[in-house]
């Protein structure tokens, strides 16, 4: 059961992973190479994707950064349907459940949520072969599809994947929530507090650097030089509203030093750029994501950035965007539940506004704080400063991965267990 050399085994599962530019795959892919410089036997179990918009084919299998990864084929039809989305997660369960049952034993592994329920997995495995895991929680199912709409909570496919996630979550020796409202959350399905633990996603201090506009060479590539850039930038997704961010986009139209930029992807692009071509918008654009390598620089294109949040998805999904805008040292418009992480973080460490649309006149406050922000800027310096001091103290890579690690040692024993006598190493069939 031992990894190479002696050490402690792990297998981290999800679907995403190096080089995919989804951002459960850029956090396990950061994850699993500082274990892996720790010592752990690390191995992750992924998709087989078309990465990049089918510019990039990756191997089957590869050892990248001291990590083997094992990319599974499976169907690849990807989000534009919910039958093909499902039928690519059957194919990635099927598989998965495989290697857990009639693989080589390991003495942890950690799954992630997408596709949902890998956990339910998880227990399946312990139940037949004693079989140790952890979960890091980055969103919650079914509560995600029950709180968009899709589910009705009182459906027998509800009640079926709620009863899945809870016995998955429930065998498990940990779970990673990313905040105290998803914690809350995960206790009341019957996670006992205490095998729980917060970790916060994060970004990197080396990748995301306060790059000043004026050196910044993306700002003339996209002919921003003379304008204060507003900008959204990742997924635009079923979580995020941007009802009342399009109203104030109208709302500053006639003012011709703002500019709100989108960039990225998500089900709700199209109706945002359809809000744009209806009102005539002159001050939006939308673009594709820039590659990872290109995140120093397209972040700091913009003077402030905003966040969105649905109110039924708190506790559901903390958004990590926020981190990168800390980062990046730029100000942060938080449009949401006042009564969230992200929010409460905003708060905490002084770098931008909260506006909670169930206050009413959300779009007016938006538009009133960001015509503020364009022509003070010692305020937005002040605001980006205090938000890269927070990240850097409690949001960077580096304290993050060190927590995992701390718990990891706690939990299945140090990097190199395996070889101390008399080390609590658990039993797993061969």
Known sequence: MSGRDGAVALLLVNQHYYPDVASTGQHLTDLAESLARDGYSVEVLCAQGHYLAGQLEVPDREVHNGVQIRRLRTTSFGRGKHFGRLLDYFTFYVQVLVTLLFGRGYHGVIFLTTPPLLAFLGRIGCAVRGQRYGVWSMDLHPDAEVASGMLSSRSALARFLEWANRMGLRGADFVVDLGPYMKARLVAKGVSPERTATVHVWSKKEEIVPTPRDENPLVDE??????????????????????????????????????????????????????????????????????????????????????????????????????????????????????????????????????????????????????????????????GARGREAFLSTYEREPNCRAWSRLLHDTWGSPRAAEQPGALIPAVAE
């Open 222 to 383: 996209l002919g921003l030089r003379d304008k204060f850039v507003v900008m959204y930038s990742g997924n635009a997704g079923v979580v995020h509203d941007f009802r009342d961010i399009c109203e104030a986009m109208r709302a500053l139209q006639d003012d011709p030093r703002i500019h709100f930029l989108f960039v990225g992807n998500g089900p709700r692009r199209a109706k945002i750029e359809r809000y744009a071509r209806e009102h005539h918008l002159t001050n939006f654009e939308y673009r594709d994501y820039f590659p990872r390598e290109q995140l120093k620089h397209s972040l700091t294109v913009a003077d402030a950035h905003l966040i969105s949040l649905r109110a039924p998805f708190v506790g559901i999904s903390v958004p990590g965007k926020l981190y990168g805008i800390m980062a990046a040292s730029r100000a942060a418009l938080f449009v949401g539940p006042a009564r969230c992480e992200s929010a409460e973080t905003v708060a905490a460490a002084r770098c931008g506004a909260v506006v909670d649309p169930a206050d009413g006149n959300a779009a007016a406050r938006i538009a009133q704080l960001i015509r503020r922000w364009s022509v003070n800027a010692s305020e937005l310096r002040e605001l």
